[in-house]
């Protein structure tokens, strides 16, 4: 396992397109749930333990080597909201372009083929950790890290809110995405069926809202 192509995947940098999503936040804003550093703390906290442990452990289990296309399938069944769906596939098929740049390999070139329009982005993510020498619970962590930082990124750019104040709540948040990488990869050992299905019903509504505004700074 290389440290270094950890950092590379959970790098904000990499060309996976994540820096166009706000994971919820935009929406939030809007509706005044979301006003300063603490509001996102608290954000940031819900959105972890719910669809972010969900993430998480999908992408534990691809790392670890189970079924790409059943775990996709547990994704779909694990994402009400349309919209959420249609953001995840295409941010996994951005992802896979980017992972088969960085580190090609079989498993990523036959899910590419075999949807052709995108897997979940936390299926990806996992088959690229996998790809690159990575274990189950690195590929959380890195689920872990952009559930939060997604989000504490757009609301720099939402609120004009000070990019240290942003950063110091995902310092907070530290204990908390290791725990959570940590549950995520103990589901993942145990089987598809066994994963998590956390869910956050605000955010599903709300993304629904959101897919339909006619002006929006942020794809999701």
């Known amino acids: 396992m290389s440290r270094a192509a950890l950092l590379v995947l959970a790098d904000g940098r990499f060309p996976a397109g994540g820096h166009a999503h706000s994971g919820g936040a935009e ?19 819900g959105r972890l333990r719910t669809t972010g442990l969900t993430s998480a452990a999908l992408a534990a289990a691809a790392a670890l080597g189970l079924d790409p296309l059943a775990l996709d399938e547990a994704a779909d069944a694990r994402t009400p909201s349309p919209a959420l769906r249609a953001t995840a596939r295409r941010l996994g098929r951005q992802m896979m372009r980017a ?44 689920v872990a890290y ?7 990124t757009a609301v720099v750019r939402l609120l004009s809110l000070n990019p240290f104040d942003a950063t110091a709540v995902l310092a907070r948040l530290a204990p908390a995405m290791d725990e959570v990488a940590e549950r995520a990869a103990a589901a993942a050992c145990q089987g598809i069926d066994a994963l998590p299905a956390a869910s956050a019903p605000l955010l599903d509504i709300t993304a629904e809202q959101h897919a339909a505004w006619p002006v929006r700074l942020f794809a999701s």
Do not use: M, N, Y
């Open 146 to 152: 952009e559930t939060v930082s997604g989000p504490a």
């Open 99 to 142: 992972a088969r740049a960085t580190w090609p390999g079989p498993e990523l070139d036959a899910l590419a083929a075999a949807l052709p329009r995108g897997a979940h982005q936390p299926v990806v993510i996992g088959l690229t950790a996998r790809a690159a020498g990575l274990g189950p619970e690195d590929a959380a962590h890195c």
């Open 27 to 45: 929406a939030a804003v809007k509706a005044g749930r979301i006003r300063d550093a603490r509001d996102l703390a608290e954000f940031c906290h």
